[in-house]
């Protein structure tokens, strides 16, 4: 049985009103809880409209709390035009532009399926990822849809993405392959890992260096993002299929 998030009764945190059946709210303030009784995220909107059990949001922000000691601070944030919260699904999902934007790195995309459980945020189209720090050398990647999986970092007590599936085409700016920096890698998936801190790109890949063409090899091309030696590639799963989740 999937456990869903604990949360505060509506009454208790914002004036509704009762309207045909449904309820109509301003200033929504939702806080959902861990297993321990924190604070681990907040969902906020600037009005709700819908039943009880699932609201229609508009120009909402779920706030991802950073916890340091007995502190709980906000800290990632995804935020949405408009979306559904479904309290009995344990999920958010909407059909326009969404954006998680953390000190790691920022995704975004149009059209998005958010389970609250499991941290996977599906996005269904014009998908950019954009890796922070130095480490990650200022490394984008564009394409089509991203399954993407958001956890909290045990260490620093962060939300971060810790997994991204990016499928295409796919374009990756800024990266190094066989110790050569290309403007451009062309490909049809990119597998990001934080664990490992690699990328890993599926070949056919072609390089682009101004207007000079590269086709690498093949097989699985990763590199690390934190130096310009690559690994041997593990095997990466196929892309998803369907619409992803949206119901």
């Given at each position: 049985?999937?456990?869903?998030?604990?949360?505060?009764?509506?009454?208790?945190?914002?004036?509704?009103?009762?309207?045909?059946?449904?309820?109509?709210i301003?200033?929504?303030?939702?806080?959902?809880?861990?297993?321990?009784?924190?604070?681990?995220?907040?969902?906020?909107?600037?009005?709700?409209?819908?039943?009880?059990?699932?609201?229609?949001?508009?120009s909402?922000?779920?706030?991802?709390?950073?916890?340091?000691?007995?502190?709980?601070?906000?800290?990632?944030?995804?935020?949405?035009?408009?979306?559904?919260?479904?309290?009995?699904?344990?999920?958010?999902?909407?059909?326009?532009?969404?954006l998680?934007?953390?000190?790691?790195?920022?995704?975004?995309?149009?059209?998005?399926?958010?389970d609250?459980?499991?941290?996977?945020?599906?996005?269904?189209?014009?998908?950019?990822?954009?890796?922070?720090g130095?480490?990650?050398?200022?490394?984008?990647?564009r394409?089509?849809?991203?399954?993407?999986?958001?956890?909290?970092?045990?260490?620093?007590?962060?939300?971060?993405?810790?997994?991204?599936?990016?499928?295409?085409?796919?374009?990756?700016?800024?990266?190094?392959?066989?110790?050569?920096?290309?403007?451009?890698?062309?490909?049809?998936?990119?597998?990001?890992?934080?664990?490992?801190?690699?990328?890993?790109?599926?070949?056919?890949?072609?390089?682009?260096?101004?207007?000079?063409?590269?086709?690498?090899?093949?097989?699985?091309?990763?590199?690390?993002?934190?130096?310009?030696?690559?690994?041997?590639?593990?095997?990466?799963?196929?892309?998803?299929?369907?619409?992803?989740?949206?119901?």
């Open positions: 049985m999937r456990r869903l998030p604990r949360f505060i009764p509506p009454s208790l945190l914002f004036t509704a009103t009762l309207l045909a059946g449904d309820i109509s301003t200033s929504l303030s939702l806080p959902m809880f861990d297993e321990t009784g924190r604070i681990a995220r907040t969902l906020k909107a600037e009005s709700a409209l819908g039943p009880l059990e699932r609201f229609v949001l508009k909402g922000v779920l706030e991802f709390h950073s916890s340091i000691g007995e502190q709980i601070a906000p800290g990632s944030t995804l935020t949405f035009d408009e979306a559904v919260y479904d309290k009995a699904g344990g999920f958010i999902e909407g059909a326009g532009p969404v998680f934007a953390s000190a790691a790195g920022d995704i975004s995309g149009v059209g998005f399926h958010h609250l459980t499991t941290g996977r945020l599906k996005l269904h189209r014009e998908v950019l990822f954009v890796m922070k130095d480490k990650h050398q200022g490394v984008k990647i394409g089509d849809k991203a399954d993407v999986v958001i956890r909290q970092n045990p260490s620093t007590r962060t939300w971060e993405i810790t997994e991204a599936l990016v499928t295409g085409p796919v374009v990756a700016t800024d990266v190094t392959i066989q110790k050569v920096r290309f403007d451009r890698a062309e490909t049809d998936r990119a597998t990001y890992s934080a664990a490992e801190g690699t990328i890993t790109l599926a070949s056919p890949v072609t390089g682009w260096r101004g207007e000079e063409k590269t086709v690498l090899g093949a097989g699985l091309i990763q590199y690390q993002l934190d130096a310009i030696t690559p690994a041997e590639a593990p095997a990466v799963a196929p892309p998803p299929t369907g619409d992803g989740g949206a119901k």
